[in-house]
């Protein structure tokens, strides 16, 4: 059964940082490229970052400098490190294979300015 599970969301103010996990299980995750979603109150959901199997990774130019994707292949585990966290950084953030699998239930991120 497929499962991710997010976790590390929270409230914090501009400036400040958090540092997002995401478990997995039922996939093959060391052979699975991985991102982190976010999608904000009447928005899209939108990918931020990405991380191929390798260990490659992109990111959307809003998050650029301030966030870094990796992942340890060994616990199946993905984070999601945020620096610099802006008010428009607000959403509930997501993480997901590519292709994906079904969505977990989210993380919650609230920047205060």
């Known amino acids: 059964q497929v499962q991710l599970v997010e976790s590390g969301g929270g409230l914090v103010q501009a400036g400040g940082s958090l540092r997002l996990s995401c478990a997995a299980s039922g996939i093959i995750f060391s052979r699975t490229a991985m991102g982190w979603y976010r999608q904000a109150p009447g928005k899209q959901r939108e990918l931020v970052a990405d991380i191929s199997r390798g260990g490659f990774t992109n990111y959307a130019d809003s998050v650029k400098g301030r966030f870094t994707i990796s992942r340890d292949n060994a616990k199946n585990t993905a984070s999601l490190q945020m620096n610099s966290l802006k008010p428009e950084d607000t959403a509930v953030y997501y993480c997901?294979?590519?292709?994906?699998?079904?969505w977990g239930q989210g993380t919650q991120v609230t920047v205060s300015s």
């Open positions: 997901n294979s590519i292709p994906a699998v079904p």
